[in-house]
């Protein structure tokens, strides 16, 4: 069966997911995050792409980036596996891939999807009930982006930077979205889209997407609907 194809366009943020083989763990240890930060950030300068928020989880990443041309994506996930897998590998004595296939991915419309994908990024430690609050896992953009400590690779968005008239306001305001969890709808909505590949927004945007690249991107998640409060 051929691979499906994957499209990206400038300047159209992307939410990225990438799992470990089998779901197998792809980090053991403090220093594998650090490494795995470490050829984000160098892979981010090389290829002109934006980090907006990241989750780096026992057994897979979430990244919500912009890139400044339609490869920057694949050249920036590329780079950060051609050096973290022989890192891995040659740690822990193993050899071959540890992900499971290629990334998986979908545009994100950031007007009105925007941050809800940069809290269901950061929640992922939540629902995974490693943590009762982003702020205790370590290893995610939530220190940056609630203001309680600075990361150098994190470019804030214009949907991000309209929270507030200064640094005080946008966190104080981006703090406000997770009093409450997301709803589950929303959830289902943004996991089917990077499941899928399907572009994540209104129909507007995902005609639009379509038009400018002239072929139908992605597809709905077919089959039986998810039980209310599951995450497929």
Same mark, same amino acid.
Not at 117 to 127: G, K
Not at 143 to 160: C, D, M, R, V
């Given at each position: 069966m051929p691979?499906?194809?994957?499209?990206?366009?400038?300047?159209?943020?992307?939410?990225?997911?990438?799992?470990?083989?089998?779901?197998?763990?792809?980090?053991?240890?403090?220093?594998?995050?650090?490494?795995?930060?470490?050829?984000?950030?160098?892979?981010?300068?090389?290829?002109?792409?934006?980090?907006?928020?990241?989750?780096?989880?026992t057994n897979?990443?979430?990244?919500?980036?912009?890139?400044?041309?339609?490869?920057?994506?694949?050249?920036?996930?590329?780079h950060i596996?051609?050096?973290?897998?022989?890192?891995?590998?040659?740690?822990?004595?193993?050899?071959?891939?540890?992900?499971?296939?290629?990334?998986?991915?979908?545009?994100? $419309?950031?007007?009105?999807?925007?941050?809800?994908?940069?809290?269901?990024?950061?929640?992922?430690?939540?629902?995974?009930?490693?943590?009762?609050?982003?702020?205790?896992?370590?290893?995610?953009?939530?220190?940056?982006?609630?203001?309680?400590?600075?990361?150098?690779?994190?470019?804030?968005?214009?949907?991000?930077?309209?929270?507030?008239?200064?640094?005080?306001?946008?966190?104080?305001?981006?703090?406000?979205?997770?009093?409450?969890?997301?709803?589950?709808?929303?959830?289902?909505?943004?996991?089917?889209?990077?499941?899928?590949?399907?572009?994540?927004?209104?129909?507007?945007?995902?005609?639009?997407?379509?038009?400018?690249?002239?072929?139908?991107?992605?597809?709905?998640?077919?089959?039986?609907?998810?039980?209310?409060? $599951?995450?497929?």
């Amino acid at each position: 069966m051929p691979r499906k194809p994957r499209f990206f366009l400038p300047n159209i943020p992307v939410h990225v997911v990438q799992r470990g083989a089998s779901r197998a763990p792809v980090f053991f240890e403090e220093e594998d995050y650090k490494a795995y930060a470490f050829w984000m950030k160098e892979a981010a300068q090389q290829y002109q792409v934006a980090i907006h928020a990241f989750v780096l989880m026992t057994n897979h990443v979430h990244i919500l980036l912009t890139a400044q041309s339609g490869t920057g994506v694949s050249q920036f996930m590329q780079h950060i596996g051609r050096r973290y897998v022989p890192f891995v590998n040659h740690k822990y004595g193993r050899s071959g891939s540890i992900w499971e296939g290629r990334f998986k991915s979908s545009l994100v $419309q950031s007007d009105r999807y925007f941050l809800a994908v940069m809290r269901y990024i950061e929640l992922n430690p939540v629902r995974a009930q490693m943590v009762e609050h982003p702020v205790l896992y370590p290893w995610s953009s939530f220190h940056h982006n609630s203001g309680a400590k600075q990361f150098s690779f994190i470019t804030p968005h214009s949907s991000y930077n309209v929270l507030g008239r200064n640094l005080e306001e946008r966190t104080h305001n981006y703090l406000s979205l997770f009093e409450h969890h997301q709803e589950t709808s929303e959830s289902v909505s943004i996991h089917n889209a990077w499941q899928t590949g399907t572009p994540l927004g209104d129909n507007y945007f995902k005609e639009s997407i379509e038009q400018r690249l002239q072929q139908k991107v992605g597809q709905d998640r077919q089959g039986r609907p998810s039980k209310r409060g $599951q995450i497929p």
